[in-house]
Structure formats: structure tokens, C-alpha cells
């Protein structure tokens, strides 16, 4: 089955860190750009960042509201990439999904999220 | 950086075309992709490119883009189309993705 899945999220205290995973089935991954979007709650789509493919030497790029903050990294050999966040604030609370680029272009495929709360 | 605005809701009754846009700087510059998301679900691609549909999505769903303004339309709207629709965008300035706020379909 082509799908993606996350984990990883949890709750976690203003100034913690957290590593996020997105495990793929399915397809082809080393041939993918892969994304994090979050949402937080009742909010919209926020692009965090992505990883490119090997194709194009894994360069990674950031939101400028989560850089520095974020690495985004993957192992194709285990069809997955990961979110490391750090020193989280509470309005980095949202859910966090993993997607699929078609071609280096729209989002073909999502995860269905992790939840990650900032909170004291 | 890039701004994309979309109307916050739409409202309209089953059978009819919903009209949803998406408004950005010279937005017909730029390809377009849309998506659906419905209540506690991951997002869906419904167009990309403009005017593409994936396959799967119904061809009641269609796009067009010109100018400062990007469109998704809907047709014989069913029920199960109520959700939130998202226009994105590629900036090639700060490479990033741009998402706009979103738009609220609701079917009467």
C-alpha cells in the first residue's frame, strides 16, 4: 500500500526538543522531495520545510519561521525522513505531516499527522 | 515573501458551482496547486499545474489561473465536497511553499 506514516509527536515542555518520523511505503522513495506542513489547532497549512532527493544532493530548505530550529534529514535505505525541532515554543503546537512531492512539485501524498503540544 | 489570499468562506447549495479563489501578485506567473480537507483528515490534492486533476478527483472539480487571481470550481456541488480548500504556490524568491489561509466550503 502507497502511504506515509508519522510519528513521534507528544507532549513536550517550552525549550524541549522532539524528533519526528515519516515512514513510507508503497513507491519509490529515494525519487521523492519530501515535505513537513503543520497545521495548528483551527488554523491553516504552514509549510515547515522539505528535504529534496539524492538527484539533487538531499539540499534541504526551511520556513523562515522555523529556521534554525529545524533539520529536516532522511535515510533512504529506510524509506523515511525525520523533523528534529528544537528549543519548541507553544505556538510550534500543531499537527505535523509528513507529504509526498509529485515531481518536485504539488504534495500527491500525505500522512495522516502527529500531534505535537508545546505546553508547561 | 509571497502572499496568497483566499476568501475565508463560501457558501453555496447542492446542485450549484462554488467559486473559490485564490489572489496573489501576478499569480498567473506561477503554477497553482489545490487542495481538500475535510474535518480531522490529512489534506487531499485535487488540482495541480493550474487546471490538472489527479486521478480519482471527480471532473466536477476544475481550475484556472490568470492575472492576480487563481480559481478552483466546483460544479453540481455534493454535499461531501464541504470542507477547507487550500491554494499553494512555489516562491522561487525565498524558496519556500506558500500556503493561503484557506477557504471554508460550506453546501447549504
Known amino acids: 500500500e502507497v502511504q506515509l506514516v508519522e510519528s513521534g509527536g507528544g507532549l513536550v515542555q517550552p525549550g524541549g526538543s522532539l524528533r519526528l518520523s515519516c515512514v513510507a511505503s508503497g513507491f519509490s522513495f529515494t525519487d521523492h522531495y519530501m515535505d513537513w506542513v503543520r497545521q495548528a489547532p483551527g488554523k491553516g497549512l504552514e509549510w515547515v520545510g522539505r528535504?529534496?532527493?539524492?538527484?539533487?544532493?538531499?539540499?534541504?530548505e526551511y520556513a523562515a519561521s522555523v529556521k534554525g530550529r529545524i533539520s529536516i534529514s532522511r535515510d533512504d535505505a529506510q524509506n523515511s525522513v525525520y523533523l528534529q525541532m528544537n528549543n519548541l515554543q507553544t505556538d510550534d503546537t500543531a499537527v505535523y505531516y509528513c507529504?509526498?512531492?509529485?515531481?518536485?512539485?504539488?504534495?500527491?501524498?500525505w500522512g495522516r499527522g502527529t500531534l505535537v503540544i508545546v505546553s508547561s | 515573501s509571497y502572499a496568497l489570499t483566499q476568501t475565508p468562506s463560501v457558501s453555496v447549495a447542492p446542485g450549484k458551482t462554488a467559486t473559490i479563489s485564490c489572489g496573489g501578485n501576478n499569480i498567473g506567473t506561477k503554477s497553482v496547486h489545490w487542495y481538500q480537507q475535510k474535518p480531522g483528515q490529512a489534506p487531499v490534492l485535487v488540482i495541480y499545474?493550474?487546471?490538472d486533476r489527479p486521478s480519482g478527483i471527480p471532473e466536477r472539480f476544475s481550475g484556472s489561473n490568470s492575472g492576480n487571481t487563481a480559481t478552483l470550481t466546483i460544479s453540481r456541488v455534493e454535499a461531501g465536497d464541504e470542507a477547507d480548500y487550500y491554494c499553494q504556490v512555489w516562491d522561487s524568491v525565498t524558496y519556500h511553499w506558500v500556503f493561503g489561509g484557506g477557504t471554508k466550503l460550506a453546501v447549504l
Open positions: 499545474y493550474d487546471t
Open positions: 528535504s529534496r532527493n539524492k538527484a539533487n544532493s538531499y539540499i534541504t
Open positions: 507529504a509526498r512531492e509529485r515531481a518536485a512539485g504539488p504534495s500527491d501524498l
